[in-house]
């Protein structure tokens, strides 16, 4: 199913290539996303510039009554979803935390995001338990710190 808030804070974070504007509108088409701007979007041709296709997005989104989020609302969205994916194990433990590190390094320009991002994420533990992995050698305490990170990163993705 299309995540269509998903998608605009890809769009917000400049994580969508232009390129695939229009296989995303097309997925959203067949998963049921009706809407003028969508199926114009699906139809696009090779010929509709990087800015009409954009726009076209944009429309699509605001007629599905999506409006894109604030810079800072599209970071925590997105750190949500990793987190979600690592608690219903679409990611790894390691990918997801990797993911979401990568995700606060690209904002650290944003003053809301010093340290370990918005404090309304609560990545704290997270990182903390993800650090003293490094100095376990028991497989078994290393298993329990991987599940105590899924159990924070379902907390993460619930909020």
């Not at 997105?78 to 690209?106: F, P």
């Amino acid at each position: 199913m299309t995540d269509l808030k998903l998608l605009a804070a890809k769009y917000v974070l400049d994580d969508l290539d232009v390129d695939k504007l229009r296989e995303i509108a097309v997925d959203a088409v067949c998963d049921g996303v009706d809407g003028r701007s969508m199926v114009f979007l699906a139809g696009a041709t090779p010929a509709d510039t990087p800015a009409d296709l954009r726009e076209l997005f944009v429309s699509a989104l605001r007629e599905q009554g999506v409006q894109l989020p604030s810079t800072l609302d599209a970071m925590v969205h997105l750190i949500q979803h990793v987190a979600s994916d690592v608690a219903e194990a679409r990611r790894s433990v390691s990918d997801g935390v990797g993911e979401i590190g990568y995700l606060l390094h690209c904002a650290e320009h944003d003053a809301d995001f010093v340290g370990t991002g918005d404090p309304r994420l609560g990545l704290e533990r997270v990182f903390a338990l993800h650090h003293s992995a490094d100095a376990v050698h028991s497989a078994q305490r290393r298993l329990e710190i991987d599940a105590a990170i899924i159990k924070e990163c379902a907390a993460i993705g619930r909020r």
